[in-house]
């Protein structure tokens, strides 16, 4: 049986304990010696190869699913500084792109003049502002705002 088993692997190419035999025909394998007996063998299916296993992803997919909400995501699981984590760059587009858009609503609203307008802009552009809410903030500690005539 082990020769059998041997002889199979070399001509399927895998491990010999992924050869699987039939036991009802353990006579005719008995008799199989050969390579060509065992080729013969092989192609009636009486003797087979057993899937290779791969590794499951199930554990993974799940632990996505867990991350993408925001677990397993503290500082013990991080590796790399945080501009590797989320580049600077790409911070300051998010935030940049976010106090523009807030001054364009802003101006077209009428909520400040054109001049402030300018200035503000010039400000973001230059990093002065940390996000939307410190721009409101400086605003209306500047008394930026244009009152509204009732």
Same mark, same amino acid.
């Given at each position: 049986m082990m020769l059998q088993k041997r /002889?199979?692997?070399g001509i399927m190419k895998c491990s010999p304990k992924?050869?699987?035999?039939?036991t009802s025909r353990l006579a005719d394998i008995k008799e199989a010696i050969t390579n060509s007996d065992v080729r013969q063998?092989?192609?009636e299916g009486v003797i087979k190869k057993i899937p290779a296993r791969g590794i499951s992803r199930a554990r993974v997919r799940e632990n996505m699913r867990q991350r993408r909400k925001g677990r397993h995501k503290g500082p013990g699981s991080? $590796?790399?500084k945080p501009t590797s984590r989320l580049p600077s760059k790409k911070a300051w587009?998010?935030?940049i792109r976010l106090q523009r858009r807030f001054l364009m609503e802003?101006?077209? $609203?009428? /909520?400040v003049s054109?001049?402030?307008f300018k200035d503000l802009y010039k400000k973001a $552009?230059?990093? %002065? %502002?940390?996000? $939307?809410r410190h721009i409101k903030l400086y605003i209306n500690e500047q008394k930026l705002f244009i009152e509204k005539q009732k």
């Open positions: /002889l199979a692997s992924r050869v699987k035999l039939d063998l092989i192609s991080r $590796k790399g587009m998010s935030r802003i101006r077209a $609203k009428s /909520l054109g001049q402030t $552009k230059g990093g %002065f %502002f940390r996000n $939307k």
